[in-house]
């Protein structure tokens, strides 16, 4: 159990960042998305949201659907950056690591509803 509350500080404090660090998040947004900053600060506050939502029994099931939703729509970041001209210079094997480890936290979300 004690592994559902690290989930929901982690998605927490992940969405904090999202306001405290916002230029971290600028260059991973794909050029066809419009309104940049909005995006950032929207998917912040899902994950604040979110994350706290798991973090209560009433919430928890929600927050999981919701958590792997929103998984689901950061994996448009994540294709888009297999693209070699939207890769940022990071290295081939690390972005197509990110598309398992995507999955794997949908599983990690998904294990957790009932």
Not at 32 to 44: E, K, M, N, R, V
Not at 55 to 84: C, D, E, K, Y
Not at 90 to 107: E, H, K, N, T, V
């Amino acid at each position: 159990m004690l592994h559902i509350y690290f989930m929901g500080v982690l998605y927490t404090v992940l969405g904090i960042i999202h306001f405290t660090n916002t230029g971290f998040y600028r260059p991973f947004m794909p050029k066809f998305l419009p309104a940049h900053d909005l995006l950032i600060y929207l998917s912040g506050i899902a994950e604040i949201l979110l994350g706290i939502g798991v973090l209560f029994p009433q919430t928890r099931s929600l927050a999981l659907w919701g958590i792997i939703a929103m998984l689901l729509v950061f994996l448009l970041v994540h294709v888009n950056m297999l693209f070699p001209a939207n890769s940022l210079g990071i290295s081939a094997w690390i972005l197509w690591l990110r598309i398992p480890l995507q999955f794997l936290l949908i599983y990690w979300a998904y294990t957790n509803i009932g």
